[in-house]
């Protein structure tokens, strides 16, 4: 797969919606000296060609109540774990993250849960793919 080559002005409007994403066009086109009607032009190429695959939100987990955050690596116990694992990791509403990785362990998971016991029936869960090492999280930095 080829890399999509785009100017400062597409890197400018990108990083105006990484920044805030509920900028709109108009206030974008703003920033980058173009009109609202160009800006959203420009940003409707770049969701055609895959450099912007969605829109997200930040959120504090603390606020609603899901104040245990981990860091979670899972070594799987067989080959054959992976489909129902990675199935259970996106049907899994306190898992906000899994990736794949190399190195140390076969996944790496970020997982949010209301208190500790919760936390401790999620391991429990995870047991039945194979092992895991758990990091809990002390504040974030950035």
């Not at 199935?87 to 794949?100: H, I, L, M, Q, W």
């Amino acid at each position: 797969m080829n890399p999509t080559i785009i100017d400062d002005v597409d890197f400018r409007i990108l990083q105006q919606l990484i920044n805030d994403s509920t900028l709109s066009h108009k206030e974008i086109g703003q920033q980058v000296h173009m009109t609202g009607q160009a800006v959203g032009a420009r940003i409707r190429r770049m969701r055609d060609s895959g450099i912007i695959e969605g829109y997200t939100v930040r959120w504090n987990p603390d606020k609603i109540g899901h104040a245990v955050q981990a860091f979670i690596t899972v070594f799987l116990s067989s080959n054959i774990a992976h489909p129902a694992f990675q199935e259970f990791a996106k049907s899994n509403s306190s898992v906000v993250e899994t990736y794949r990785v190399s190195g140390e362990g076969c996944y790496w998971m970020r997982v949010h849960t209301v208190n500790q016991q919760d936390l401790n029936a999620f391991l429990d869960q995870l047991l039945e793919f194979g092992n895991y090492r758990v990091n809990l999280a002390m504040g974030q930095i950035k």
